[in-house]
């Protein structure tokens, strides 16, 4: 036993113990039993004890604690409890009777010891700090690619856009010039045509006059 093993853990609704594993024999049972008893029903806290701590959440009566020394400090006895807690409720749900034989749980015991264990190593709480921080960088970096393919798409759009604009400039200038020069070469017939009418209406009003004064 050293002073990173989490001794004692349980599971107590309204103050009866449903599940318990111990790694140790002591006092300190019998003081965890009492102690439960006490425990608010929505409510996190640490009661100290001769250089062990007491850690220990409630919720709606439902409460997880467990016994550990000081020097393990605060941090993996919490990530514990919320561990214990999150695979208790997914094994038996959130509603308890009061009147509920205890040997209902007693599979439980086997997750307490298992994972007693595993958060009373040294090395894999550290590998689990480390691989937390690793999916941790993981996750930003999918994030900051996705958000770069997803800025790559919108400036594809918008270079494909830019294009497809430049195109049709393109074709109505093309356009605008070939309706100038139609429009130029429209112009012009019609100007011919207007000389051509007023160049024959003239030649018909001077041999009417010619032959009004009898020149001709």
Known sequence: MSQTDILYACVSYKGVCLVEHK???GNFIDLARRLITKIPPTSKKIYTSENHNFHYISENDLAFLCLC???LGVQIPSEFLSDIRQQFI??????FSQNSPTATYDPFIRVLEERMKYYSNPKSNKMNLVMDQVSEAKGALTDAIEKTIHRGEKIEIIVDKTERLQSESFVFK???VALKRKLWWQNKKLAIAIGLVVCILIAVITLALLKYFKVI
Do not use: C, L, P, V
């Not at 997914?90 to 509603?95: E, K, M, T």
């Open 90 to 95: 997914r094994s038996y749900g959130q509603s």
């Open 174 to 176: 093309s356009n605008s």
């Open 23 to 25: 790694i140790a024999n």
């Open 69 to 71: 020394h000081e020097k």
